[in-house]
Nanobody
Framework: QVQLVESGGGLVQPGGSLRLSCAAS????????MGWYRHAPGKERELVAV???????NYGDFVQGRFTISRDNAKNTVYLQMNSLKPDDTAVYYC???????????????WGQGIQVTVSS
């Protein structure tokens, strides 16, 4: 199995910044795409950002250049730098990874436990 542990959330004022981290551990043969999703009360879960092993990225439309996703393949870790935060960014942020646990297995989806980000004055 693969475990994802998120860190870096919390309370920040509008216009502020936060950096989320997600470290993968366990029986990892390979990590494919890694990314972040978020779920706010009363809304559906939405994609925040995703990054491939090679570093290609894709962002949700609402990001509009405010967030940057990156990864350290040597550390099996993905990061999300969030700048110019707005109250609408308040949500639980979930780390996601597509990972293989052996050569013979196809990739499976793994999720972190979620971390709260609150943007408020």
């Amino acid at each position: 199995q693969v475990q994802l542990v998120e860190s870096g959330g919390g309370l920040v004022q509008p216009g502020g910044s936060l950096r989320l981290s997600c470290a993968a551990s366990g029986s990892i043969y390979s990590l494919n795409d890694m990314g972040w999703y978020r779920h706010a009360p009363g809304k559906e879960r939405e994609l925040v950002a995703v990054i491939t092993t090679g570093g290609s990225t894709n962002y949700g439309d609402f990001v509009q250049g405010r967030f940057t996703i990156s990864r350290d393949n040597a550390k099996n870790t993905v990061y999300l730098q969030m700048n110019s935060l707005k109250p609408d960014d308040t949500a639980v942020y979930y780390c996601h990874a597509a990972a293989r646990v052996s050569y013979y297995r196809t990739p499976s989806d793994y999720w972190g436990q979620g971390i709260q980000v609150t943007v408020s004055s």
